[in-house]
């Protein structure tokens, strides 16, 4: 006798055990998440499997884990052959019971106690979270460094900050920093100073320890901004199918990279309310939990609207770009960004000066810069925190620069 699940996977006997109640619900978040019809099927089927099992232990509702999850796979695996993502499915399935607080919740093993630099890093992490609202990214590249500090200063004593002074911030610096690339170095510096500050704000420590953080010698702004040129962006923007779902996204993706200048988390950020449709609008979430808001230019609304219309897969997610392939939701990460960036490079077959997205928020100052854009409004676009972050796009105003450029000993030659 067959058995249809949700008006949509058919199985081949009907639902026992102690979840049967529940695969119906199951069923339906697989097709909320996009899962094509052979996914959900698959999902269906191990989540009747696995209830029917329970009923044959004897499981009651209240008592069902992840180990019988695991188990019931072991089992499962006897009988017939067990596919690439099984686990996970039935992991989906017991995580969507926890939810609905079907099942009791995970029994978490309890936890080492934590050591005193563990406690004092966590609050560290915290104070940046919180009251300084720094970026995840910046916190993560900030903690470790710290970490090692406390570390060596204190082992696993009390963390007792009252009893640093200037020689060890010095000595601490000079043991590390030779070992790092200069940028890892300076970072390492600028945690640190951070860090001291705090202490001092806490009144942990009462002098100014982050004056003795010496500094690291290098030379400001080296590099001439590598900036993907404006007929390579023609190109790329070209390139791409836009007859796809996936094309249209990335179409949408690549076109407010090139012509907003967005950095990766903000267009990953993005959300639907975040578009003003009749003020011609875009509000982004930027560094520091600064919310800036750019107007709208007509291709680049164009694009976001024909991807929504028609590329965008229904998901109950209020981001703009999402993932094309089930579970729908967000993209994860700023690096989906830059794969997508990468990948349409590559298809395309532009040689260009990185892989990254960061190139083509360079090419919109350079374009600025090449036509009379002063540094001041360049900032203001880009929406640079400080005046010295645009100035090196001076670099890259040549003819400005052969003004300044001394006259050859001797003439030309």
Same mark, same amino acid.
């Given at each position: ?54 009923? /044959? ?42 939810? /609905? ?188 939990? /600064? ?67 960061? /190139? ?54």
């Amino acid at each position: 006798m067959k058995c249809i699940v949700n008006d949509d996977v058919v199985l081949s006997r009907p639902l026992e055990g102690p979840l049967s109640a529940h695969i119906g619900g199951f069923a339906k978040w697989a097709r909320d998440e996009g899962y094509a019809s052979a996914s959900r099927w698959r999902k269906v089927f191990l989540a009747a499997g696995f209830s029917r099992w329970l009923g /044959q232990q004897a499981v009651c509702l209240h008592r069902i884990s992840s180990e019988h999850a695991a188990r019931y796979l072991r089992y499962h695996a006897g009988r017939v052959q067990i596919h690439r993502g099984d686990g996970a499915a039935l992991s989906q399935f017991i995580d969507l019971l926890r939810r /609905q607080e079907v099942v009791p919740p995970e029994k978490v093993p309890p936890c080492r106690p934590t050591t005193p630099v563990e406690q004092a890093v966590d609050e560290f992490e915290c104070y940046l979270r919180n009251e300084r609202v720094l970026a995840c990214a910046t916190i993560v590249h900030y903690v470790p460094f710290i970490r090692a500090f406390l570390t060596h200063q204190f082992g696993h004593r009390a963390v007792e900050l009252s009893r640093l002074c200037a020689g060890d911030v010095v000595r601490f610096v000079q043991r590390q920093a030779p070992r790092l690339h200069w940028k890892r170095a300076k970072l390492l510096t600028t945690a640190l100073r951070s860090f001291l500050h705090y202490a001092r704000y806490r009144g942990d420590i009462t002098c100014d320890l982050a004056a003795a953080v010496p500094t690291v010698p290098n030379w400001s702004m080296t590099s001439i901004p590598r900036a993907i040129s404006a007929d390579a962006v023609r190109q790329l923007l070209t390139s791409i199918n836009r007859q796809t779902a996936v094309g249209r996204r990335d179409y949408a993706i690549l076109l407010v990279l090139a012509r907003l200048g967005l950095r990766a988390g903000e267009v990953l950020g993005l959300e639907l309310e975040d578009i003003d449709w009749n003020a011609g609008s875009l509000s982004v979430q930027g560094k520091g939990d /600064q919310r800036s808001t750019l107007p709208l230019p007509a291709d680049v609304g164009g694009a976001i609207a024909a991807y929504l219309r028609h590329g965008r897969p229904r998901s109950t997610s209020r981001r703009i770009f999402l993932r094309a392939k089930a579970p729908i939701r967000g993209l994860l990460g700023p690096q989906a960004i830059s794969s997508l960036v990468r990948h349409n490079l590559v298809r395309a077959g532009i040689q260009a000066p990185t892989h990254g997205a960061h /190139q083509f928020r360079h090419a919109l100052a350079t374009e600025m810069l090449r036509h009379g854009a002063s540094l001041t409004e360049i900032g203001e676009v880009l929406r640079h925190r400080s005046p010295e972050t645009t100035t090196i796009y001076a670099k890259v105003d040549l003819e400005s620069l052969r003004t300044l450029a001394l006259p050859w000993p001797g003439g030309a030659r």
